[in-house]
């Protein structure tokens, strides 16, 4: 068995995978990035040499006595679980080698993207994506260090707080989201979606806006497209396209009161992360049929 991954990792790769099928515990593939290269084009890792390092730790995670911190890329140690005696090579360094780029992955939160930071962030349909029914309150570090310092106890709960089976639920969750790289699938299907509502609904003469971002998007029906006169709130014109929807088989959701709390009519898209590029055509499509079947009725 070839025992160390360099420079052509394709043929390690399929070596691995071949022995996947005849070995029913194989060890797991191990990567190191020594190739990462800091602002003035110099490698940061400090070479072949110091590899022994990353490699006692790998050995101590097959026997189970190494700790691991789970990313996007799999499980990597943290900078307190490699030896470093005798190495100048600080938590700093080692940041720059083990850092992931999250931003070109997606995010998150939206706020993220505007470069906002709330003190406080309510969370629900993220956590559990509809497996368990779980919510939860994020707190910035001054908001939970003035509860610390102060009663050191938040004076709420409820019957279900900490529910074990919710809990495990929301953790599957966010590590499927994680391990198979769906913040990235949202930025890269989302682009795709935007691309499509556009082109299909850009030029539309009762929509009056397209907006949105990552897979959640939204559009603004309107009577006159120059104008943006909405639709008399008379003809329930946002209660029409979900129904529609549903008989061309497509899910979505309209709200009306939009404006002004009566007029103003939208109706919304927040397809699963896991939609492929041949589903995003097809929603577009019933979408377009329902919204035109719906204006066209009197």
């Known amino acids: ?83 470093w005696k005798g190495l100048e090579f600080g938590a700093d360094k080692y940041a720059s080698v083990a850092n992931i780029d999250r931003a070109a992955c997606g995010t998150r939160y939206a706020c993220e993207q505007e470069g906002v930071a709330p003190d406080i962030i309510c969370i629900g349909k993220g956590m559990g994506a509809g497996y368990q029914p779980i919510g939860a309150m994020l707190a910035s570090a001054g908001i939970y260090n003035a509860v610390v310092r102060g009663s050191g106890f938040s004076q709420h709960g409820h019957t279900y707080t900490g529910y074990a089976a919710a809990c495990a639920g929301a953790l599957a969750v966010q590590r499927a989201i994680e391990n198979r790289g769906l913040l990235a699938q949202v930025r890269e299907r989302g682009a795709g979606l935007e691309a499509r509502l556009r082109a299909r609904f850009g030029a539309h003469p009762h929509v009056g806006e397209i907006r949105g971002r990552g897979l959640f998007w939204a559009l603004e029906l309107v009577e006159d497209r120059a104008s943006k006169r909405p639709f008399d709130p008379k003809r ?22 939009a404006l002004d709390g ?23 499509d019933k979408l377009t049929r329902s919204i035109d079947e719906v204006i066209a009725q009197d």
Not at 36 to 47: C, E, L, Q, S, T
Not at 236 to 257: D, F, K, Q, T, V
């Open 262 to 284: 009566v007029s103003g009519d939208h109706v919304m898209l927040a397809p699963p992360y896991i939609i492929s590029e041949a589903q995003l055509d097809e929603m577009v």
């Open 236 to 257: 329930r014109i946002s209660a029409r396209p979900m129904l529609g929807a549903l008989e061309n088989g497509l899910m979505c959701y309209s709200m009306g009161g």
């Open 1 to 83: 068995m070839i025992a160390f991954g360099g420079y052509h990792m394709g043929d390690y790769f399929n070596h691995w995978l071949a022995v996947g099928k005849k070995v029913k515990r194989p060890p797991r593939i191990f990567q190191v990035n020594w190739i990462r290269k800091d602002a003035k084009g110099k490698f940061v890792w400090p070479g072949f040499g110091e590899n022994m390092r990353v490699l006692s730790w790998i050995v101590g995670r097959c026997q189970g006595q190494t700790h691991a911190v789970e990313t996007l890329l799999g499980w990597m140690p943290e900078f307190e679980d490699l030896h």
